[in-house]
């Protein structure tokens, strides 16, 4: 007989670890369904093995006209053709899953959310934006850091395939541009779309941002920063929409371009999100990530202040 369980044990260490359990808050975004299809569905050209999408709770903003028209028909496709469970609150969802996804596209709620995911100390990904303030940002990392719980939050666009080529070492500066469309609930403006562009623009030159000056129209934005080291980055927000690009300028004053047509998917970032759940290893310093909140929080008092350069909140 102990033969017979030593045999059993050797054959189960052979056999696929269990699939890492993924809960949702939030099913008022593309994002939920996006990320099923890659997680839950095996015949999905691109599928990533090792985790699967079990449970959601569907939150939603009735003040938000692209969260309210959303949220049950994505519950509703997510249940139906995903076999994820609808529960009726987050304290339920925590019960089925070891790490969770919050998508809400709200960013106002992200803090009340994520309060009850550390406080049951699971990981977290959180979609853009972070949170709706720098306060409530530094809030998230101050908790999380308190519990010992692992968390990032970063737009796809940080892994577009036609960012990577402008990845250079020796960079002076850059420009990026991307859609910048505003919603009137938040009041850091620029995090609620131009979260991409600006995404992209950390990713290329780091952290290091100083002093930030927003110049701002109807219809488009450019907000440049200066970094400690004398580099300078730009963003240009376009409304209500527009293609998403980038140049950089490296030493010996070289300009690279990125391809007219930008192409980026959700892939590595579900990629990359599953290889954080399952090691706890963050592709996304958080000091990044809080860095990036205290560009958009000085962006929009530069823009109240009639587009005076306006020192990051440190």
């Known amino acids: 007989m102990r033969l017979t369980g030593i045999f059993l044990l050797f054959f189960a260490s052979l056999l696929p670890?269990?699939?890492?359990?993924?809960g949702i808050i939030g099913t008022d975004t593309s994002h939920v369904i996006?990320?099923?299809k890659i997680l839950n569905d095996p015949r999905h050209p691109e599928h990533i093995p090792g985790a699967r999408i079990v449970a959601a709770y569907k939150g939603g903003s009735k003040d938000i006209e692209s969260s309210a028209?959303?949220?049950?028909?994505?519950?509703?496709?997510?249940?139906?053709?995903?076999?994820?469970?609808?529960?009726?609150?987050i304290a339920s969802l925590l019960t089925k899953v070891d790490a969770v996804l919050l998508e809400s596209v709200d960013g106002r709620p992200h803090l009340a959310q994520a309060k009850p995911v550390i406080a049951a100390g699971k990981p977290l990904f959180i979609d853009k934006p972070l949170a709706a303030t720098l306060e409530d940002a530094r809030e998230i990392d101050r908790l999380a850091r308190e519990k010992g719980v692992k968390w990032f939050s970063s737009s796809s666009l940080r892994w577009a395939k036609s960012l990577g080529?402008?990845?250079?070492?020796?960079?002076?500066?850059?420009?990026?541009?991307?859609?910048g469309p505003l919603e009137e609930h938040h009041y850091l403006e620029l995090g609620w779309y131009a979260i991409h562009a600006t995404e992209m623009l950390f990713t290329l030159l780091g952290k290091g941002c100083e002093t930030v000056t927003r110049t701002y129209s109807a219809d488009q934005d450019e907000i440049t920063c200066r970094w400690k080291d004398g580099r300078i980055g730009t963003v240009r927000a376009l409304?209500?929409?527009?293609?998403?690009?980038?140049?950089?300028?490296?030493a010996g004053n070289k300009v690279i371009q990125s391809p007219a047509k930008f192409e980026y998917s959700y892939v590595p970032l579900v990629r990359?999100?599953?290889?954080?759940?399952?090691?706890?290893?963050?592709?996304?310093d958080p000091e990044e990530t809080l860095e990036i909140f205290a560009f958009l929080d000085a962006a929009q008092k530069s823009r109240e202040q009639g587009g005076k350069p306006v020192r990051l909140r440190r």
Do not use: C, H
């Open 239 to 250: 409304r209500p929409y527009g293609d998403f690009g980038a140049v950089v300028f490296t």
């Open 165 to 179: 080529p402008l990845r250079q070492p020796d960079l002076k500066g850059a420009l990026v541009w991307g859609p």
């Open 34 to 36: 996006a990320f099923s």
């Open 17 to 22: 670890a269990a699939d890492l359990r993924i």
């Open 272 to 284: 990359e999100f599953v290889r954080f759940f399952q090691t706890g290893k963050t592709p996304v």
């Open 69 to 89: 028209s959303r949220v049950d028909k994505y519950a509703e496709e997510l249940a139906r053709d995903w076999g994820v469970e609808i529960v009726a609150d």
